[in-house]
């Protein structure tokens, strides 16, 4: 069996009820269920970030060719 610890769950951004709820998983399979929700959201996450990334980069480009900025 793989050891899961708590502090590998923190790491990849579980909180606390989550983390509880994996390590007491009766299965595999719920384990699994619970870590793929977590990456899901993880995901979700990054391409909200990478959006605010890219709109952050278009200002820049914005700013650097003299035009103005929509505000």
Do not use: C, K, W
Request: no cysteine; net charge positive.
């Amino acid at each position: 069996m793989v050891s899961i610890t708590a502090a590998d769950l923190r790491g990849a951004g579980f909180t606390e009820s989550e983390i509880q709820g994996i390590l007491s998983s009766p299965t595999a399979e719920d384990r699994v269920r619970r870590l793929r929700r977590g990456r899901g959201r993880l995901l979700e996450d990054i391409h909200s970030r990478q959006q605010a990334l890219d709109r952050l980069d278009y200002l820049i480009y914005q700013v650097r060719n003299g035009e103005q900025a929509h505000v």
